[in-house]
């Protein structure tokens, strides 16, 4: 299981806030590092989301880990699923209250059919959330397929 991530943004505290609002937790500051935001989920996990500024990530040196600048191109290749205990309505809503497109979108991979809410955060960071409903189809589609299958397919991305 996913506990703990990072991903860059534009406006951390807006994407920050979005999946803390999808998770039923909270959103806060992460100093030091000024603009860092992290989202907590309020289900007991400990799981959060760490939004970084977008240009601004960790790397590795003699003396540990700094935050420091790199290329903005994170975002155009990172993609999250995430569950929410949030209606599908309710998702539009807090994707279009911060001005950002969402759909309901379909895949699939070796037979078996899941939707999704496809949510282009900052128009450039694909989320695809899942409301209780579409994590059973998820998972029953996970489940039925052969062992290996579910990680190594190709999953078709329909938008519906």
């Known amino acids: 299981m996913l506990l703990d991530a990072s991903i860059p943004a534009r406006h951390p505290a807006a994407v920050a806030g979005f999946i803390a609002e999808l998770w039923g937790g909270e959103a806060l500051p992460l100093p030091p590092v000024p603009g860092r935001f992290v989202a907590l989920a309020a289900d007991g996990t400990g799981a959060g989301l760490e939004v970084l500024p977008a240009g601004l990530d960790r790397m590795r040196t003699a003396r540990g880990t700094l935050a420091g600048p790199v290329p903005d191109i994170?975002?155009?290749?990172?993609?999250?699923?995430?569950?929410?205990?949030?209606?599908?309505?309710?998702?539009?809503?807090?994707?279009?209250?911060?001005?950002?497109?969402?759909?309901?979108?379909?895949?699939?991979?070796?037979?078996?059919?899941?939707?999704?809410?496809?949510?282009?955060?900052?128009?450039?960071?694909?989320?695809?959330?899942?409301?209780?409903?579409?994590?059973?189809?998820?998972?029953?589609?996970?489940?039925?397929?052969?062992?290996?299958?579910?990680?190594?397919?190709?999953?078709?991305?329909?938008?519906?």
């Open 74 to 160: 994170a975002a155009a290749t990172t993609r999250l699923a995430i569950g929410t205990a949030l209606d599908e309505a309710e998702v539009h809503l807090a994707a279009g209250i911060r001005g950002w497109q969402s759909r309901r979108a379909l895949r699939s991979a070796h037979g078996h059919a899941w939707g999704v809410i496809e949510v282009w955060i900052e128009e450039r960071l694909l989320v695809e959330v899942l409301t209780p409903a579409m994590q059973a189809e998820f998972r029953a589609a996970r489940a039925e397929a052969a062992p290996g299958e579910a990680a190594l397919g190709r999953v078709l991305m329909v938008a519906t």
